[in-house]
């Protein structure tokens, strides 16, 4: 269902942002960003001069490696186009960011690492989105293990995690039944 229909409004700021999950031919999975601001008009920029509508004041990537375990193993990242010269150095920071897991506590332990001078803004951003492409991406992992975790009677670590997962929900009650709790009145 698209919004109700705005008000008479002018575009002036555009940030586009994809996000891709794959798996690669060595059984680990790469998850991809890309971010590119770019405004309407022309805008100063004492670095670069002026930035025509359309040319990118952020254009910028980033890449994490992960295993089954939600492991990172490498995080790469680039920028193409920045503001200020320095804010490329930030890129080879995001290496430090393997070791961590994709989990409860991962925003904080990023903030930990490249959090701050150490790192960018914007690219710190993007791992939070990136986090939930990993879960999605790896979906037919997690329900493999969660069969098993089941078969085993472990609850599955889905439930309750999000509305759709309440342990009192209709989605427990129906994929796991055994963990469900009784609906609340």
């Known amino acids: 269902m698209p919004l109700p229909a705005p008000a008479e409004r002018e575009l002036l700021h555009l940030r586009d942002i994809a996000l891709r999950g794959y798996r690669r031919a060595d059984g680990l999975f790469d998850i991809e960003a890309q971010l590119?601001?770019?405004?309407?008009?022309?805008?100063?920029?004492?670095?670069r001069g002026e930035i025509p509508p359309g040319e990118p004041l952020h254009g910028?990537?980033?890449?994490?490696t992960i295993d089954e375990d939600m492991t990172v193993l490498a995080c790469e990242a680039a920028a193409d186009f920045t503001?200020?010269?320095?804010?490329p150095q930030a890129a080879p920071n995001f290496a430090r960011l393997a070791g961590l897991r994709i989990g409860p506590g991962f925003n904080r332990a990023v903030q930990e690492r490249v959090g701050g001078v150490a790192g960018c803004t914007h690219l710190?951003?993007?791992?939070a989105q990136m986090a939930t492409v990993a879960f999605q991406t790896l979906t037919a992992v997690r329900r493999q293990r969660e069969a098993v975790a089941a078969a085993a009677d472990k609850q599955p670590a889905l439930i309750g995690t999000c509305?759709?997962?309440a342990p009192d929900g209709e989605v427990v009650r129906s994929r796991w039944p055994q963990f469900a709790r009784p609906a609340a009145e």
């Open 83 to 87: 503001p200020f010269p320095a804010c």
């Open 163 to 165: 509305l759709a997962y």
């Open 124 to 127: 710190r951003e993007l791992l």
């Open 60 to 64: 910028m990537w980033l890449r994490l």
């Open 36 to 47: 590119t601001d770019t405004k309407t008009y022309p805008i100063a920029n004492r670095e």
